[in-house]
């Protein structure tokens, strides 16, 4: 059982390339989500997916974008990538049961983005 | 507006002392859920404990405890008996009834010296 696999773990970037960022996993987890964590800031929400087909916004958004075509898949992209992303992103899933909201959060490795 | 506040920065212990990790949060939801995890040098987040907003009930589990306290709005960890082992950035997360978002502390990166 593999959890939540994030591909690449290490990437650099120069200012505006695009490129995506990989996550999946393997629990049949409906919720997913994109965290970055900045030093001093904790992690902060980028957007999150309840299901396939259904994606939202988090806290900071702005510079992402993403897809849940699968149940397994949750992509982040870079549109054009700025110095202010240089951060490591977390992907997570959890089970989602609106019965029982906030059940445990299953992180990947992370990915550490450097944009120069 | 949901916040966490874990106004510890860095806390330095040597190893067997006690030491508590503290975790302030808002809210204006009545129903809500903190967690903590922990994320050691190698980086991944491990999830240590899930609390609704509805059980204050203290809870210890081997070297660790939780203090939940709803009239101070905190939800502080304590490690008894340190060892090098808990040497790590730990994070409170306030959680929202309504989906899966949690909104995460600063972090508290402890350091235990043998």
């Known amino acids: 059982n593999a959890g939540v696999t994030q591909t690449p773990k290490f990437q650099v970037l120069k200012t505006g390339q695009s490129m995506t960022l990989q996550c999946a996993q393997d629990m049949n987890h409906e919720y997913m989500s994109w965290y970055r964590q900045d030093p001093g800031m904790g992690l902060r929400l980028i957007h999150y997916s309840v299901g396939a087909g259904i994606t939202d916004q988090g806290e900071v958004p702005n510079g992402y974008n993403v897809s849940r075509s699968t149940t397994e898949d949750f992509p982040l992209r870079l549109l054009s990538a700025a110095p202010s992303q240089t951060s490591v992103y977390f992907c997570?899933?959890?089970?989602?049961?609106?019965?029982?909201?906030?059940?445990?959060?299953?992180f990947g490795q992370g990915t550490r983005l450097t944009v120069v | 507006a949901q916040k966490v506040t874990q106004a510890q920065t860095e806390i330095s212990v040597v190893e067997k002392e006690d030491v508590t990790l503290d975790c302030v949060y808002e809210?204006?939801?009545?129903?809500?859920?903190l967690f903590w995890y922990k994320q050691p040098p190698s980086g991944e987040l491990v999830f240590l404990i899930r609390?609704?907003?509805?059980?204050?009930q203290n809870e210890i589990s081997g070297r660790y405890s939780w203090n939940f306290q709803k009239s101070t709005s905190s939800f502080n960890f304590t490690i008894t008996a340190s060892q090098v082992v808990d040497s790590a950035v730990y994070f409170c997360a306030l959680g929202d009834y309504n989906n899966n978002d949690m909104r995460f502390g600063a972090g508290t990166r402890l350091t235990v010296k043998p």
């Open positions: 809210t204006r939801d009545t129903t809500y859920y």
């Open positions: 997570a899933s959890s089970y989602w049961d609106p019965g029982r909201a906030n059940t445990e959060a299953f």
């Open positions: 609390r609704n907003s509805f059980d204050e």
